[in-house]
């Protein structure tokens, strides 16, 4: 293949002239005797033993609330992610170790219910007007930056403390623009001074090849799931037929589905980038990819019983926020137990988000060894606001259905 170890020269390394910016991290990590990974290594790890990743496996990519095993959920997507964008790196020559943690990390701050969940919390949160607005690219690198913690050798919590590469690669993914060439900026900056996702592009090359991976590994996925489904007939995939000869003729893909559509894309992707040029696919397959889009966004992304479980979603996420606001006046009275009782699941695990990220009751705070920082202060009401917003964004579908059953049985 031509192109090969193309981007050599531009890898995230010490020879970088970004490198001691790429691996600047807030704080000083804890070393441990013969530890053998180097700092992406590390992030990539301290990203897999997160509760945040573990959570991923039951929250939505395209269906709801998923009980079919052989059914894409976000856990899922982020490996497939992952796979995608350490081949590409291995190929053009750029760092696989730091792709692969942008990777595993890059949806840690999605919603329960996918994008139908973000646009909920969006809502609520320019309602409440606590911090702009809610995207879940912001919410990855709040959540690994403030909320995800692990033990250190002494048994505290911390927080996870990532470099500033994968930090940005997280905030940087947005993969749902088009534009035709990917280059990355060359101005280091602020990351909470980003307003919107896709503002920026990411700060290294291997975090536009994650952001290009995320196109690439989702297109195929979403059909195959479809087909799982059964939401397409005869004529949809007739349709999908005439896309592939209208955009790539007689080339090698002769069906739509994730293993041809992966391998064809990272190929055409690896021939055609270049370090003067970007990242960038040929006209025939970005007008294939386009296309593919549009079809997926008729034909899957609003199927009518999608659009009605949305309906669902909404009123289990607004419940949810309302529920809790109402503990507001008992929470600064020190009776939480009190306004939630019977809720169970509330009352075990909003207590213990409330000891762990506020400053509700600091000894025990201290009695688990909770580390990491303060987050929301309980006196201050819009920083109460947010903290409910991020308690939800944290849920599976299943545990935020689980909460809704709780409130509306009587």
């Not at 180097?38 to 997160?50: G, I």
């Not at 529920?323 to 009190?338: A, C, H, V």
């Not at 819009?382 to 809704?404: E, H, L, N, P, W």
């Amino acid at each position: 293949m031509k192109n090969k170890q193309a981007f050599i020269h531009e890898m995230a390394s010490p020879k970088n002239q970004k490198w001691v910016k790429l691996i600047k991290r807030e704080n000083e990590l804890y070393s441990r005797k013969g530890d053998i990974r180097n700092d992406f290594e590390r992030d990539y790890t301290r990203l897999l033993h997160s509760y945040g990743y573990r959570r991923l496996k039951n929250k939505t990519q395209v269906f709801f609330a998923v009980k079919n095993d052989h059914v894409c959920t976000r856990i899922e997507h982020v490996n497939h992610v992952a796979s995608v964008s350490s081949t590409i790196a291995k190929q053009l020559g750029l760092n696989d170790q730091l792709t692969t943690a942008i990777a595993i990390g890059h949806d840690i701050g999605h919603a329960p219910f996918g994008h139908h969940g973000e646009k909920c919390l969006d809502t609520i949160t320019k309602q409440i007007k606590t911090d702009g607005s809610f995207w879940h690219e912001r919410n990855s690198l709040f959540f690994v930056d403030n909320i995800e913690t692990l033990q250190d050798t002494n048994g505290y919590e911390r927080n996870l403390n990532l470099t500033y590469a994968v930090r940005d690669g997280l905030i940087c993914h947005c993969g749902e623009l088009n534009e035709k060439t990917i280059v990355p900026r060359t101005d280091n900056i602020d990351l909470y001074g980003i307003d919107k996702p896709g503002e920026y592009q990411p700060y290294t090359w291997e975090g536009c090849v994650v952001k290009i991976s995320d196109k690439i590994s989702y297109l195929g996925r979403d059909i195959e799931d479809a087909i799982q489904y059964k939401i397409f007939d005869m004529s949809l995939v007739r349709q999908l037929r005439k896309i592939i000869k209208s955009t790539l003729g007689d080339m090698s893909i002769k069906t739509v589905n994730n293993t041809v559509l992966i391998n064809d894309l990272i190929v055409d992707l690896c021939e055609t980038s270049g370090p003067k040029k970007g990242l960038c696919f040929s006209d025939k397959y970005l007008e294939f990819i386009n296309k593919v889009k549009e079809f997926n966004y008729e034909y899957i992304y609003k199927y009518w019983r999608i659009e009605e479980f949305k309906k669902y979603a909404s009123l289990v996420i607004n419940t949810i926020y309302l529920t809790l606001q109402k503990t507001y006046p008992y929470i600064m009275s020190g009776r939480f137990s009190y306004s939630i009782n019977g809720f169970q699941l509330l009352e075990k695990y909003f207590m213990e988000w409330l000891i762990k990220y506020t400053n509700y009751d600091l000894d025990k705070k201290e009695y688990f060894h909770y580390s990491n920082k303060l987050v929301y202060s309980i006196a201050d009401k819009r920083s109460f606001d947010k903290c409910v917003v991020d308690f939800i964004s944290g849920m599976t579908d299943q545990f935020a259905i689980r909460v809704y059953n709780e409130i509306i049985e009587f």
